[in-house]
Nanobody
């Protein structure tokens, strides 16, 4: 599976962005998908995940109620809708695919190249 993330940009605090991650290959619908982020000088952290059918989603506490992960298996795409953005959300955001279903990076086998999100105060 090859992943291509897009949709990042510069936004003011309180604004919104929607990230997309397009996948190649016929097996996309069989993978659990996740979004991670990495801020400068910090380790990569889990943001949100969704199971292969889209029926189960999970989030890190800091984004609950603000971010929504979804997927469209017909389009081989997973999304991350980010609302009420805060400066601390500034990071490079990565999408990932894996057979596991969790918040650990090692559970994901395939990674996109990342898209920069910058939130100004």
């Amino acid at each position: 599976v090859q992943l291509q993330a897009s949709g990042g940009g510069l936004v003011q605090a309180g604004g919104s962005l929607r990230l997309s991650c397009a996948a190649s290959g016929r097996t996309f619908s069989t993978y659990n998908m996740g979004w991670f982020r990495q801020a400068p000088g910090k380790e990569r952290e889990f943001v949100a995940g969704i199971n292969w059918r889209g029926g189960s989603t999970y989030y890190t506490d800091s984004v609950k109620g603000r971010f929504t992960i979804s997927r469209d298996n017909a389009k081989n795409t997973v999304y991350l809708q980010m609302n009420s953005l805060k400066p601390e959300d500034t990071a490079i955001y990565y999408c990932a695919a894996g057979r596991g279903a969790g918040a650990q990076a090692y559970e994901y086998n395939f990674w996109g190249q990342g898209t920069q999100v910058t939130v100004s105060s």
